[in-house]
């Protein structure tokens, strides 16, 4: 990545944009580190938001999905707790989601609980979570 950065610089072409590119990130933590004093609960925020780009497509979109099967049943996989079905908007239903698309998601705890018995019968076991 530097030398296709500096191939770039030395075409003379939108030098003065790469330059704003490569001392922005240098004058973001630098003010970071000046206003630590001042704003450590900005940095837990960031902190908090950034985990939660990448916690929240695990949880509702790489776990549902992995090591899917080929029939309805097995594409993809229900997640089952309170905490965690809660703060991922009911979207962690991922089985009954792919069986009932138009099915609201904030329906989707209770039209689980209807298919509970037949999803056991067929085998299918929920994954618990907090």
Known sequence: MPRLWWWSYRQGRDRGWLLV?????IA???AGALA?????????YAVMVIAGSW???LLTVYLPHHDYGDTPLTQTRTLRGRIIPAVFLELTYHLEHHLYPQVPSHHLAALARRLDGYLAANGVRPVRVV
């Open 28 to 30: 973001v933590l630098t």
């Open 21 to 25: 590119e490569a001392a922005a990130p």
């Open 36 to 44: 630590w004093p001042y704003a450590q609960g900005l940095l837990v």
């Open 55 to 57: 916690v929240y497509p």
